[in-house]
């Protein structure tokens, strides 16, 4: 998982998880076993910093999560790989990089367009979208069923089409900005324990475009001029 949990310019949060190694033989491969978390930027080729090493004996699942702080979740996208050690110092395996959601808030006529893409292993089979209301909270307001693709769309045009958390449907005005995070849900296929991986957006605002013309004005001049 790459989970977005608090989204700031500076106090930023994503939350990282893996699985430990699936079918591995701890008699061929003995321990001291060791992960190292490696961070890197979307947009920053295969640069990657060390941001944590944790020495383990498989057993403690709480090995496999690392909050990762302090960070500008706001504006940078970043993305995660796991690298883990037998015997200390003997290279086993590396997972594949996953990328946090990154979801854009764009404004339309009297709507937002939400867009949102994730580079993962996983698939990400169904998303919900949520806006925030006047008191804070977010409300989903549409599910969608997608998978296949990397990129995501949907556009707001006030309507609350998910009613089970209570109907916030309502004009979006120009002048106003509506924010909002989403929420993937994905499977890794044939491993069916995990079929189940939620992750969150950061949270993205956008204000509706107030593409109406202007009133035709109509003068009329009385009188004639001096020739």
């Given amino acids: 998982n790459v989970n977005v949990l608090n989204t700031d ?8 998880k893996w699985t430990r190694p699936i079918g591995l033989d701890t008699v061929a491969n003995p ?29 403690n699942n709480a090995d496999t999560i690392f909050v990762d702080n302090a960070l500008n979740t706001d504006a940078i996208t970043y993305k995660y790989k796991v690298e883990f050690f037998t015997g200390s110092t003997i290279l086993y395996g590396t997972t594949s990089v996953a990328s946090a959601v990154r979801l854009t808030a764009k404004g339309g006529s009297k709507s937002i367009n939400t867009s949102w893409e994730a580079n993962t292993p996983w698939t990400n089979h169904t998303h919900f979208v949520f806006r925030q209301t006047s008191a804070g909270d ?9 998978a296949n693709t990397s ?10 089409l998910e009613k089970s958390d209570g109907d916030i449907s309502q004009t979006l005005n120009s002048n106003t900005n509506y924010c909002y995070k989403v929420l993937t849900l994905a499977n890794y296929g044939s491993i069916t324990n995990l079929d ?11 204000m509706p475009v107030d593409n109406t ?10 009188g004639q001029g001096n020739s």
Avoid: H, M, W
């Avoid at 992960?35 to 090493?53: F, H």
């Fill in 213 to 222: 013309p202007p009133c035709t004005v109509n003068i009329t001049v009385n």
């Fill in 31 to 59: 321990g001291p076993y060791v992960y190292k978390l490696y961070r890197g930027l979307v947009l920053n080729g295969n640069n990657y910093e060390l941001i944590s090493s944790k020495t383990t004996n498989l057993k």
């Fill in 151 to 160: 990129v995501f769309n949907y556009n707001d045009n006030g309507d609350d």
């Fill in 138 to 146: 977010f409300n989903l307001i549409k599910k969608l069923s997608a």
């Fill in 196 to 206: 189940s991986l939620l992750n969150y957006s950061q949270i993205a605002c956008g």
């Fill in 9 to 16: 310019k500076q106090t930023g949060k994503i939350e990282v």
